[in-house]
């Protein structure tokens, strides 16, 4: 079975400073990774995906994430980050064989300082 | 409208009614999705649909749980005799493609279920 673990329930930056939100997953073969963004109120945005081909992906609002296979890990990173990323992030595994079943992490709250 | 909807946005029940909760994915879109996400937690999946076929329920979590696409566009999803458990927020997601696992799935901004 796939599953999916965000280690870090909360996370607080300042502003401007470098993000890594920490995804590990298990899952039998390659599968496809995703990462989430939910703000109050809002639903789900997709920031990021790999399906295959090169391991570092870049996604919208300078999100990017970095697949390391041999670490079993999807890990979420920004250079800077600003006040509107304050949000939830989550962390999503889809198995290649099954038409878009998700299994999603618990989420990182992330909480940026001024 | 252009996204996901679904209504009503917030429901307040008492414990025994009977509710529903509706979908209306992004026109064209073949697949459908819910998924329950309680307080604190990611999503968890409950059911699939392509186009009317109900493909996975798997992640139904009792038969009191009933969801369907009958023209395969609109969706409900129906909870018989509510329980405080299932208090949650029910969320839809829809994409385009019928059978591939890494289609984007663009999400609702969910039902908010309250069973007191």
């Known amino acids: 079975a796939q599953s999916v673990t965000q280690p870090d329930i909360h996370i607080t930056v300042s502003e401007g400073a470098s993000l890594e939100l920490r995804c590990n997953y298990s899952y039998g073969a390659t599968p496809y990774l995703f990462w989430y963004v939910q703000s109050p109120g809002q639903g789900l945005q997709l920031l990021l995906k790999y399906f295959s081909g090169d391991t570092l992906v870049q996604g919208i609002k300078g999100f990017e994430a970095e697949f390391k296979r041999s670490q079993s890990s999807f890990n979420l990173r920004k250079p800077s980050v600003h006040w509107s990323d304050a949000a939830e992030y989550f962390c999503a595994v889809g198995a290649r064989t099954n038409a878009g079943k998700s299994t999603f992490g618990d989420g990182t709250t992330l909480t940026v300082k001024p | 409208g252009a996204g996901v909807s679904q209504s009503p946005r917030y429901k307040v029940a008492k414990r025994g009614q009977d509710v529903a909760l509706r979908c209306d994915p992004i026109?064209?879109?073949?697949?459908l999705f819910w998924y329950q996400q309680a307080l604190g937690q990611g999503p968890e999946f409950l059911t699939y649909?392509?186009?009317?076929?109900?493909?996975?329920k798997s992640g139904l979590p009792s038969d009191r749980f009933f969801a369907e696409r009958p023209e395969g566009s609109v969706s409900t999803l129906k909870i018989q005799r509510t329980q405080q458990e299932d208090s949650a927020v029910y969320l839809c997601?829809?994409?385009?493609?019928?059978?591939?696992?890494?289609?984007?799935?663009?999400f609702g901004p969910g039902t908010r279920l309250t069973v007191l």
């Open positions: 026109s064209g879109h073949v697949s």
């Open positions: 649909f392509q186009n009317e076929a109900q493909l996975d």
């Open positions: 997601a829809s994409s385009l493609v019928g059978t591939s696992g890494g289609a984007n799935q663009f």
